[in-house]
């Protein structure tokens, strides 16, 4: 059977001062690095792009549109439209129309409106990427 220890006054375990001065100074690295990561986790949260528009301000603006269009097996082509707005007005609509090659043809799989899916050969389709300066 074991015996209970009797007690002197005296804690059981001493406090390392040495370790717990090393701690103190440790806590404000902690909190500095903890306060980091909020901050790289709340910059990262999905913020409100004030560039993204669902209308054309039509008092004074130029609203353009890039589409390609497929011409034959060989040769799609590339609409560039701009429409100057004034006033609520429609100023004027340029256009530049160009010939470009046609990026050839791939094999897909289709689906209907009753859900049947069917394996079909359609033309590729341009990506378009815009840049504004």
């Known amino acids: 059977m074991i015996q209970p220890q009797q007690w002197t006054g005296e804690p059981l375990h001493k406090p390392d001062f040495k370790n717990n001065l090393h701690m103190n100074k ?16 709340l910059s990262c949260s999905e913020k409100k792009n004030e560039d993204v528009t669902n209308e054309v301000n039509k ?3 130029v609203e353009s549109s890039v589409t390609v269009q497929h011409a034959d097996s060989l040769h ?5 439209t701009h429409k100057v707005w004034n006033n609520n007005v429609a ?9 470009i090659p046609a990026l050839g043809t791939e094999h897909t799989s289709a689906e209907n409106e009753d ?3 069917k394996n079909v050969t359609v033309k590729k389709d341009y990506e378009i990427f815009i840049t504004v300066k």
Do not use: F
């Not at 440790?26 to 986790?41: E, H, R, S, T, Y």
């Not at 799609?76 to 560039?80: F, G």
């Not at 100023?91 to 010939?99: G, H, L, Q």
């Open 59 to 61: 008092m004074g603006s």
């Open 91 to 99: 100023y004027k609509t340029i256009e530049y129309r160009d010939t």
């Open 26 to 41: 440790m806590k404000p690295i902690v909190l500095v690095i903890l306060a980091g990561a909020l901050l790289l986790m």
């Open 76 to 80: 799609d082509i590339l609409i560039t």
């Open 115 to 117: 859900g049947d899916t």
